[in-house]
């Protein structure tokens, strides 16, 4: 089983610029979540999508960041314009299904690495 | 809100010890806790899942216990190999199939 597909693996880009990553879940996985990781720290969620619809972005700051996932497959982040305090992995993850009842666990891709000069 | 938090934040250990990460968390409504692993600039990958309803999961030299109504999970790394060294994270997944993650233990396991 092919995992979770992530580009680019690393950027480096000047403040105020913009930037957008891509990721490919596992085949048949209906959530994909987005989460950034600074230096140090656990990964934080951004935003989740069930299928092509949203459930979670209550941690998405709104004014710079944007996500979609068109046709419920791929899915892009976006970046607009970037901050010094953006540098983190992005890590793209898919599971199952979501229902009350599911306990399959996330499978993670290999993230992107953005460093914002 | 969901709170994880991971004790220590670093760990360094000689070569063939055996040692216990924790993992604590504040909301035990949980439905599974997952531990990852994690390389220096590499993503997460996967080591045990337990599921709310298990006490412990065993795949090789690791061993995850849950005690859920007490809001706390342990890996047990028997026999340390320098090749253990990592980032180990622990992760649970609430309602709204949420996962909120520790702040992680940096392992360390010198020849």
């Known amino acids: 089983e092919a995992g979770v597909a992530q580009s680019p693996r690393y950027k480096i880009i000047e403040k105020r610029q913009s930037v957008a990553f891509w990721c490919n879940p596992i085949s048949g996985h209906a959530t994909l979540y987005w989460y950034q990781q600074i230096l140090g720290q656990g990964p934080k969620l951004l935003i989740q999508?069930?299928?092509?619809?949203?459930?979670?972005d209550s941690q998405l700051p709104k004014d710079r960041f944007s996500a979609e996932r068109l046709k419920g497959v791929d899915s892009t982040l976006k970046i607009q314009p970037a901050k010094l305090e953006d540098s983190a992995v992005y890590l793209c993850?898919?599971?199952?299904?979501?229902?009350?009842?599911?306990?399959?666990?996330?499978?993670f891709g290999s993230g992107t690495r953005l460093t914002v000069v | 809100k969901q709170e994880v938090t991971q004790i220590p934040a670093a760990l360094s250990v000689p070569e063939g010890e055996n040692l216990v990460l924790n993992c604590s968390f504040t909301d035990s409504a949980i439905y599974n806790l997952q531990w990852f692993r994690q390389d220096p600039g590499k993503g997460l990958t996967s080591l045990l899942l337990?599921?709310?309803?298990?006490r412990e999961q065993t795949s090789g030299r690791l061993n995850a216990s849950l005690d859920k109504s007490s809001g706390r999970s342990t890996l047990y790394i028997a026999a340390s190999q320098p090749g253990d060294s990592a980032t180990y994270l622990c992760?649970?997944?609430?309602?709204?199939?949420?996962?909120?993650f520790g702040g992680g233990t940096r392992l360390m396991v010198k020849p």
């Open positions: 992760a649970v997944r609430t309602a709204g199939n949420m996962l909120t």
């Open positions: 337990i599921q709310s309803s298990q």
């Open positions: 993850a898919s599971s199952f299904r979501l229902s009350k009842g599911d306990n399959y666990g996330y499978t």
């Open positions: 999508f069930q299928n092509n619809g949203v459930v979670d």
